[in-house]
Protein backbone atom coordinates (compact mmCIF):
# COMPACT_ATOMS: atom_id res chain seq x y z
CA UNK A 1 0.00 0.00 0.00
CA UNK A 2 2.79 2.76 0.78
CA UNK A 3 4.83 1.49 -2.08
CA UNK A 4 1.24 2.90 -4.87
CA UNK A 5 0.89 5.70 -2.49
CA UNK A 6 4.41 7.09 -3.21
CA UNK A 7 4.04 6.11 -6.83
CA UNK A 8 0.95 8.07 -6.60
CA UNK A 9 3.13 11.54 -4.86
CA UNK A 10 5.99 10.83 -7.45
CA UNK A 11 3.68 10.83 -10.53
CA UNK A 12 1.71 14.31 -9.01
CA UNK A 13 4.91 16.01 -7.88
CA UNK A 14 6.38 15.13 -11.75
CA UNK A 15 3.76 17.78 -13.24
CA UNK A 16 5.88 20.38 -13.75
CA UNK A 17 9.45 21.05 -14.07
CA UNK A 18 9.29 23.17 -11.47
CA UNK A 19 7.28 21.00 -8.92
CA UNK A 20 9.70 18.17 -9.79
CA UNK A 21 12.83 19.92 -9.02
CA UNK A 22 11.54 21.40 -5.61
CA UNK A 23 10.52 17.95 -4.65
CA UNK A 24 14.10 16.43 -5.43
CA UNK A 25 15.70 19.71 -3.34
CA UNK A 26 13.46 19.15 -0.38
CA UNK A 27 13.98 15.13 -0.38
CA UNK A 28 17.65 15.91 -0.59
CA UNK A 29 18.08 18.46 2.15
CA UNK A 30 15.84 16.06 4.28
CA UNK A 31 18.12 13.29 3.76
CA UNK A 32 21.30 14.82 4.35
CA UNK A 33 20.06 16.90 7.73
CA UNK A 34 18.96 13.26 9.18
CA UNK A 35 22.45 12.10 7.94
CA UNK A 36 24.85 14.68 9.87
CA UNK A 37 21.72 14.77 12.64
CA UNK A 38 21.50 11.03 13.21
CA UNK A 39 24.73 9.30 12.51
CA UNK A 40 28.15 11.66 11.11
CA UNK A 41 30.39 12.12 13.78
CA UNK A 42 28.80 10.28 16.63
CA UNK A 43 31.37 6.87 16.45
CA UNK A 44 34.68 6.63 16.64
CA UNK A 45 36.16 5.23 13.15
CA UNK A 46 36.88 1.68 13.04
CA UNK A 47 40.49 0.76 10.99
CA UNK A 48 39.26 -2.48 10.59
CA UNK A 49 35.74 -2.13 8.94
CA UNK A 50 35.09 -2.08 5.56
CA UNK A 51 31.35 -1.41 3.49
CA UNK A 52 31.20 -3.20 0.08
CA UNK A 53 28.17 -2.56 -2.68
CA UNK A 54 27.71 -2.98 -5.97
CA UNK A 55 25.27 -1.05 -8.08
CA UNK A 56 23.84 0.57 -5.51
CA UNK A 57 23.26 -2.60 -3.65
CA UNK A 58 21.41 -5.14 -6.60
CA UNK A 59 23.75 -7.18 -6.46
CA UNK A 60 26.74 -9.32 -5.72
CA UNK A 61 29.12 -8.66 -8.41
CA UNK A 62 31.91 -6.73 -10.36
CA UNK A 63 34.92 -5.05 -8.72
CA UNK A 64 33.52 -4.68 -5.15
CA UNK A 65 32.96 -8.77 -5.11
CA UNK A 66 36.39 -9.64 -6.46
CA UNK A 67 37.79 -7.01 -3.78
CA UNK A 68 36.01 -8.69 -1.32
CA UNK A 69 37.00 -12.09 -2.06
CA UNK A 70 40.54 -11.79 -2.19
CA UNK A 71 40.43 -9.84 1.05
CA UNK A 72 38.77 -12.80 2.47
CA UNK A 73 41.41 -15.10 1.03
CA UNK A 74 44.23 -13.27 2.38
CA UNK A 75 45.80 -14.09 5.69
CA UNK A 76 46.90 -10.20 6.07
CA UNK A 77 43.01 -9.07 5.89
CA UNK A 78 41.62 -11.76 8.63
CA UNK A 79 40.74 -9.28 11.26
CA UNK A 80 39.05 -7.22 9.07
CA UNK A 81 34.81 -6.84 9.25
CA UNK A 82 33.24 -7.02 5.51
CA UNK A 83 29.94 -5.30 5.86
CA UNK A 84 27.72 -6.48 2.18
CA UNK A 85 24.86 -3.84 1.31
CA UNK A 86 21.87 -5.23 -0.30
CA UNK A 87 18.61 -3.87 -1.64
CA UNK A 88 17.45 -7.45 -0.83
CA UNK A 89 19.53 -8.97 1.77
CA UNK A 90 17.81 -12.44 2.23
CA UNK A 91 18.56 -13.14 -1.17
CA UNK A 92 22.60 -13.24 -0.23
CA UNK A 93 22.37 -14.86 3.26
CA UNK A 94 24.88 -17.37 1.84
CA UNK A 95 27.89 -14.93 2.21
CA UNK A 96 26.87 -15.18 6.03
CA UNK A 97 29.33 -18.43 6.14
CA UNK A 98 32.04 -16.36 5.51
CA UNK A 99 33.95 -15.19 8.67
CA UNK A 100 33.47 -11.74 9.65
CA UNK A 101 30.44 -10.73 7.18
CA UNK A 102 27.51 -8.78 7.86
CA UNK A 103 25.05 -8.23 5.81
CA UNK A 104 22.52 -5.35 6.00
CA UNK A 105 19.53 -3.32 3.69
CA UNK A 106 20.62 -0.67 1.42
CA UNK A 107 19.88 2.17 3.11
CA UNK A 108 18.63 1.18 6.24
CA UNK A 109 19.46 2.56 9.48
CA UNK A 110 22.41 0.09 9.83
CA UNK A 111 23.43 1.17 6.33
CA UNK A 112 24.12 4.77 6.91
CA UNK A 113 25.31 3.36 10.57
CA UNK A 114 28.37 1.62 9.17
CA UNK A 115 29.09 4.05 6.69
CA UNK A 116 29.70 6.39 8.87
CA UNK A 117 31.93 4.15 11.33
CA UNK A 118 33.39 2.08 8.88
CA UNK A 119 37.88 2.97 7.40
CA UNK A 120 37.08 2.03 4.13
CA UNK A 121 34.08 2.35 1.52
CA UNK A 122 34.02 0.00 -1.58
CA UNK A 123 31.54 0.20 -4.28
CA UNK A 124 31.11 0.30 -8.38
CA UNK A 125 27.80 3.03 -8.25
CA UNK A 126 27.46 6.89 -6.80
CA UNK A 127 26.74 6.06 -3.46
CA UNK A 128 23.89 8.51 -1.83
CA UNK A 129 24.75 12.03 -1.98
CA UNK A 130 23.68 12.05 1.82
CA UNK A 131 26.53 10.78 3.39
CA UNK A 132 29.26 12.59 4.17
CA UNK A 133 32.68 11.68 4.56
CA UNK A 134 34.72 11.84 7.44
CA UNK A 135 38.37 12.86 6.81
CA UNK A 136 39.66 9.85 8.51
CA UNK A 137 37.55 7.56 6.07
CA UNK A 138 38.96 6.04 2.83
CA UNK A 139 36.30 6.02 -0.42
CA UNK A 140 37.76 3.08 -2.71
CA UNK A 141 35.65 3.97 -6.41
CA UNK A 142 35.86 1.37 -8.76
CA UNK A 143 33.55 2.10 -11.28
CA UNK A 144 31.51 -0.49 -13.47
CA UNK A 145 33.27 -0.10 -17.03
CA UNK A 146 35.29 1.39 -19.21
CA UNK A 147 32.64 4.16 -20.85
CA UNK A 148 31.94 4.16 -24.55
CA UNK A 149 29.09 6.51 -23.74
CA UNK A 150 29.62 9.77 -22.52
CA UNK A 151 28.76 9.98 -18.54
CA UNK A 152 28.55 12.57 -16.10
CA UNK A 153 29.42 16.08 -16.89
CA UNK A 154 30.20 15.34 -19.95
CA UNK A 155 26.29 14.79 -21.29
CA UNK A 156 26.02 18.34 -22.01
CA UNK A 157 21.73 17.60 -22.18
CA UNK A 158 20.21 15.01 -20.23
CA UNK A 159 17.52 13.36 -22.12
CA UNK A 160 16.06 11.59 -18.80
CA UNK A 161 12.64 12.05 -17.68
CA UNK A 162 13.38 11.61 -13.75
CA UNK A 163 16.31 14.33 -13.01
CA UNK A 164 17.63 17.41 -14.84
CA UNK A 165 21.01 17.76 -16.31
CA UNK A 166 21.69 20.13 -13.43
CA UNK A 167 21.11 17.53 -11.23
CA UNK A 168 22.93 15.04 -12.73
CA UNK A 169 26.09 16.82 -12.91
CA UNK A 170 25.45 18.03 -8.95
CA UNK A 171 25.27 13.75 -8.26
CA UNK A 172 28.77 13.22 -10.12
CA UNK A 173 30.75 16.01 -8.57
CA UNK A 174 29.22 15.24 -4.99
CA UNK A 175 30.59 11.98 -5.28
CA UNK A 176 33.89 12.71 -7.34
CA UNK A 177 34.72 15.00 -4.05
CA UNK A 178 34.55 12.12 -1.59
CA UNK A 179 36.93 9.80 -3.28
CA UNK A 180 40.25 8.50 -2.22
CA UNK A 181 41.18 6.10 -4.73
CA UNK A 182 39.69 5.29 -8.75
CA UNK A 183 40.14 1.83 -9.33
CA UNK A 184 41.40 1.29 -13.50
CA UNK A 185 41.78 -0.80 -16.19
CA UNK A 186 43.50 1.86 -18.74
CA UNK A 187 44.49 5.20 -19.24
CA UNK A 188 41.56 5.57 -21.56
CA UNK A 189 39.54 5.51 -18.92
CA UNK A 190 41.66 7.26 -16.76
CA UNK A 191 41.13 9.95 -19.10
CA UNK A 192 37.40 9.86 -19.78
CA UNK A 193 36.62 9.26 -16.24
CA UNK A 194 38.78 12.47 -15.08
CA UNK A 195 36.36 14.60 -17.81
CA UNK A 196 32.97 12.83 -16.72
CA UNK A 197 33.51 13.77 -13.03
CA UNK A 198 35.57 16.75 -13.06
CA UNK A 199 38.58 15.46 -11.15
CA UNK A 200 40.82 17.75 -12.48
CA UNK A 201 39.14 20.99 -11.23
CA UNK A 202 39.26 19.63 -7.49
CA UNK A 203 42.90 18.10 -7.72
CA UNK A 204 41.48 14.56 -8.05
CA UNK A 205 42.66 13.33 -11.52
CA UNK A 206 46.00 11.69 -9.35
CA UNK A 207 43.97 9.20 -7.58
CA UNK A 208 43.87 6.45 -10.16
CA UNK A 209 45.31 2.82 -8.92
CA UNK A 210 45.97 1.46 -12.61
CA UNK A 211 46.06 -1.91 -12.37
CA UNK A 212 43.27 -3.38 -14.03
CA UNK A 213 39.97 -4.39 -13.29
CA UNK A 214 39.54 -6.47 -10.13
CA UNK A 215 36.15 -7.69 -11.58
CA UNK A 216 38.09 -9.60 -14.51
CA UNK A 217 39.90 -11.45 -12.23
CA UNK A 218 37.75 -14.45 -12.87
CA UNK A 219 38.55 -13.83 -16.76
CA UNK A 220 41.71 -15.16 -16.11
CA UNK A 221 41.23 -18.03 -13.75
CA UNK A 222 38.22 -19.84 -14.70
CA UNK A 223 38.13 -23.57 -15.88
CA UNK A 224 35.88 -25.85 -17.67
CA UNK A 225 34.23 -27.03 -14.79
CA UNK A 226 33.25 -23.10 -13.72
CA UNK A 227 31.55 -23.46 -17.45
CA UNK A 228 30.36 -26.77 -16.74
CA UNK A 229 28.65 -26.06 -13.32
CA UNK A 230 27.50 -22.88 -14.73
CA UNK A 231 25.31 -24.17 -17.80
CA UNK A 232 24.16 -26.75 -15.30
CA UNK A 233 22.67 -24.16 -13.32
CA UNK A 234 21.37 -22.57 -16.26
CA UNK A 235 19.99 -25.46 -17.91
CA UNK A 236 21.68 -24.85 -20.83
CA UNK A 237 22.06 -28.30 -23.34
CA UNK A 238 25.77 -28.68 -24.11
CA UNK A 239 25.09 -29.13 -27.40
CA UNK A 240 24.16 -25.80 -28.07
CA UNK A 241 25.91 -22.14 -28.78
CA UNK A 242 25.52 -19.64 -26.83
CA UNK A 243 25.28 -16.04 -27.18
CA UNK A 244 24.68 -13.40 -24.69
CA UNK A 245 22.65 -10.57 -25.29
CA UNK A 246 23.29 -7.58 -23.09
CA UNK A 247 21.69 -3.71 -24.32
CA UNK A 248 22.18 -0.89 -22.38
CA UNK A 249 19.20 1.42 -21.17
CA UNK A 250 17.77 4.73 -22.83
CA UNK A 251 17.23 6.83 -20.66
CA UNK A 252 14.22 8.52 -22.46
CA UNK A 253 12.73 5.52 -21.59
CA UNK A 254 11.36 6.06 -18.01
CA UNK A 255 7.65 5.92 -16.23
CA UNK A 256 7.25 7.77 -12.98
CA UNK A 257 7.14 5.84 -9.84
CA UNK A 258 8.01 2.74 -11.67
CA UNK A 259 11.63 3.24 -12.98
CA UNK A 260 13.49 3.13 -16.13
CA UNK A 261 11.75 0.62 -19.09
CA UNK A 262 13.00 -0.89 -21.89
CA UNK A 263 11.72 -1.06 -25.67
CA UNK A 264 13.18 -4.74 -26.85
CA UNK A 265 14.15 -3.67 -30.38
CA UNK A 266 14.98 -6.83 -31.35
CA UNK A 267 12.30 -9.40 -33.10
CA UNK A 268 13.29 -12.93 -31.22
CA UNK A 269 10.48 -14.11 -33.77
CA UNK A 270 13.11 -14.44 -36.44
CA UNK A 271 16.31 -15.09 -34.63
CA UNK A 272 14.28 -17.97 -32.98
CA UNK A 273 13.05 -19.41 -36.11
CA UNK A 274 16.74 -19.17 -37.74
CA UNK A 275 19.14 -19.98 -34.66
CA UNK A 276 16.90 -22.46 -32.31
CA UNK A 277 18.59 -25.74 -33.56
CA UNK A 278 22.07 -24.53 -32.69
CA UNK A 279 22.02 -21.51 -30.43
CA UNK A 280 20.49 -20.37 -26.93
CA UNK A 281 20.30 -16.42 -26.21
CA UNK A 282 21.23 -15.22 -22.71
CA UNK A 283 18.93 -12.23 -22.44
CA UNK A 284 20.76 -9.37 -19.77
CA UNK A 285 19.02 -6.73 -19.04
CA UNK A 286 20.81 -3.45 -17.67
CA UNK A 287 20.59 -3.12 -13.67
CA UNK A 288 18.66 -0.22 -14.22
CA UNK A 289 15.80 -1.88 -16.19
CA UNK A 290 12.41 -2.03 -13.82
CA UNK A 291 10.03 -4.12 -16.75
CA UNK A 292 9.90 -7.16 -16.38
CA UNK A 293 9.86 -9.58 -19.57
CA UNK A 294 8.43 -12.32 -20.94
CA UNK A 295 10.06 -14.53 -22.68
CA UNK A 296 7.66 -17.86 -22.08
CA UNK A 297 6.58 -18.06 -25.59
CA UNK A 298 10.39 -18.69 -26.35
CA UNK A 299 11.07 -21.41 -23.65
CA UNK A 300 13.88 -23.31 -24.40
CA UNK A 301 15.49 -20.93 -26.40
CA UNK A 302 16.07 -17.21 -24.12
CA UNK A 303 16.65 -17.72 -20.84
CA UNK A 304 16.39 -14.37 -19.04
CA UNK A 305 19.28 -13.83 -17.12
CA UNK A 306 18.38 -10.01 -15.96
CA UNK A 307 18.50 -10.89 -12.22
CA UNK A 308 21.65 -13.45 -12.59
CA UNK A 309 24.24 -11.61 -10.18
CA UNK A 310 27.47 -12.11 -11.91
CA UNK A 311 28.14 -11.31 -15.54
CA UNK A 312 31.33 -12.35 -15.66
CA UNK A 313 29.74 -16.09 -15.00
CA UNK A 314 27.80 -15.25 -18.12
CA UNK A 315 30.76 -14.08 -20.04
CA UNK A 316 32.75 -17.27 -19.73
CA UNK A 317 29.98 -19.45 -20.95
CA UNK A 318 29.08 -17.48 -24.25
CA UNK A 319 30.16 -18.20 -27.91
CA UNK A 320 29.72 -14.60 -28.64
CA UNK A 321 28.10 -11.06 -27.39
CA UNK A 322 25.85 -8.72 -29.16
CA UNK A 323 25.18 -5.43 -27.24
CA UNK A 324 24.83 -2.14 -28.69
CA UNK A 325 26.74 1.01 -26.33
CA UNK A 326 27.73 -0.67 -23.23
CA UNK A 327 30.76 -1.35 -21.74
CA UNK A 328 30.72 -5.11 -21.49
CA UNK A 329 32.16 -5.73 -24.57
CA UNK A 330 35.22 -4.01 -22.76
CA UNK A 331 35.51 -6.51 -20.53
CA UNK A 332 34.11 -9.45 -22.58
CA UNK A 333 37.00 -8.20 -25.01
CA UNK A 334 39.34 -10.01 -22.56
CA UNK A 335 37.65 -13.19 -23.45
CA UNK A 336 38.84 -12.72 -27.68
CA UNK A 337 35.71 -13.61 -28.64
CA UNK A 338 33.09 -12.59 -31.12
CA UNK A 339 31.48 -9.55 -30.65
CA UNK A 340 28.85 -7.78 -32.79
CA UNK A 341 26.89 -4.21 -31.81
CA UNK A 342 23.38 -4.18 -32.56
CA UNK A 343 22.57 -0.39 -32.89
CA UNK A 344 19.16 -0.64 -34.52
CA UNK A 345 18.44 3.27 -32.97
CA UNK A 346 22.32 4.43 -34.04
CA UNK A 347 21.50 8.04 -34.77
CA UNK A 348 18.49 8.77 -32.45
CA UNK A 349 20.98 7.65 -29.63
CA UNK A 350 24.11 9.16 -30.51
CA UNK A 351 22.05 12.81 -31.40
CA UNK A 352 19.63 12.39 -28.55
CA UNK A 353 20.23 10.72 -25.75
CA UNK A 354 24.39 10.14 -25.21
CA UNK A 355 27.51 10.86 -27.77
CA UNK A 356 30.38 8.38 -27.56
CA UNK A 357 33.82 8.64 -26.02
CA UNK A 358 35.24 6.86 -29.49
CA UNK A 359 34.94 6.21 -32.73
CA UNK A 360 32.32 3.22 -33.78
CA UNK A 361 35.08 2.09 -36.35
CA UNK A 362 37.01 1.12 -34.10
CA UNK A 363 34.99 -1.24 -32.25
CA UNK A 364 36.15 -5.00 -31.98
CA UNK A 365 32.95 -6.57 -34.35
CA UNK A 366 30.40 -5.61 -36.75
CA UNK A 367 28.20 -2.86 -36.67
CA UNK A 368 24.67 -3.94 -37.79
CA UNK A 369 21.13 -2.08 -37.54
CA UNK A 370 18.77 -4.65 -38.57
CA UNK A 371 17.46 -8.01 -38.02
CA UNK A 372 18.63 -9.52 -41.31
CA UNK A 373 22.20 -8.32 -40.65
CA UNK A 374 22.06 -9.67 -37.49
CA UNK A 375 21.84 -13.26 -38.12
CA UNK A 376 24.16 -13.12 -41.26
CA UNK A 377 26.83 -11.80 -38.70
CA UNK A 378 26.14 -14.17 -36.20
CA UNK A 379 25.88 -16.95 -39.19
CA UNK A 380 29.43 -15.83 -39.91
CA UNK A 381 31.21 -15.14 -37.15
CA UNK A 382 29.92 -18.28 -35.56
CA UNK A 383 31.75 -20.64 -38.16
CA UNK A 384 34.68 -18.56 -39.21
CA UNK A 385 35.90 -16.08 -36.39
CA UNK A 386 39.38 -14.90 -35.93
CA UNK A 387 41.02 -13.01 -33.47
CA UNK A 388 42.35 -10.04 -35.87
CA UNK A 389 45.56 -7.54 -35.83
CA UNK A 390 42.13 -4.55 -35.15
CA UNK A 391 40.71 -6.91 -31.64
CA UNK A 392 44.04 -7.57 -30.58
CA UNK A 393 44.86 -3.39 -30.87
CA UNK A 394 41.84 -2.73 -29.16
CA UNK A 395 42.82 -4.90 -26.53
CA UNK A 396 46.10 -3.44 -26.21
CA UNK A 397 44.41 0.15 -25.67
CA UNK A 398 41.78 -0.61 -23.57
CA UNK A 399 42.77 -4.16 -22.11
CA UNK A 400 46.30 -3.83 -21.37
CA UNK A 401 46.50 -5.41 -18.02
CA UNK A 402 45.05 -8.61 -18.22
CA UNK A 403 46.26 -10.76 -15.45
CA UNK A 404 44.13 -10.57 -11.99
CA UNK A 405 44.88 -7.52 -10.05
CA UNK A 406 42.26 -7.59 -6.84
CA UNK A 407 45.29 -8.69 -4.40
CA UNK A 408 47.47 -5.63 -5.57
CA UNK A 409 44.60 -3.20 -5.65
CA UNK A 410 43.89 -3.62 -2.22
CA UNK A 411 47.14 -3.58 -1.22
CA UNK A 412 47.61 0.14 -2.79
CA UNK A 413 44.46 1.07 -0.98
CA UNK A 414 44.61 -0.19 2.24
Not at 118 to 136: F, G, L, M, Q
Not at 308 to 315: A, G, K, Q, S, V
Request: proline share 4%; net charge neutral.
Amino acid sequence: MKKEIKKIIIKILSITPITKQIAVNLSAWDKKRKYLKTFYNKEIINDKLIVFEAYMGRQYSCSPKSLYKAMSEDEKYKDFIKIWAFKNPKEHEDLLKYDNTIIVKYKSKEYYKYYSTAKYWVTNSRIPNEIKKHPDQIYIQCWHGTPLKKLGLDIENYTGTKISTKDLHHNYKVDAQRYSYLVSPSKFFNEKITSAFGLKDIGKDNIFIEKGYPRNDFLYEFTEDDCDRIKENLNIPRNKKIILYAPTWRENQHEPGVGYTYDLGLNFDILQKELEDEYVILFRAHYFISNAFNFEKYNGFIVNVSNYDDINDLYIVSDMLITDYSSVFFDYANLSRPIIFYMYDFKEYKNKMRDFYLSVKDLPGPIVKDEVNLLKEINKLGNEFVYDEKYEEFNNRFNPHRKACSLEVLNECI
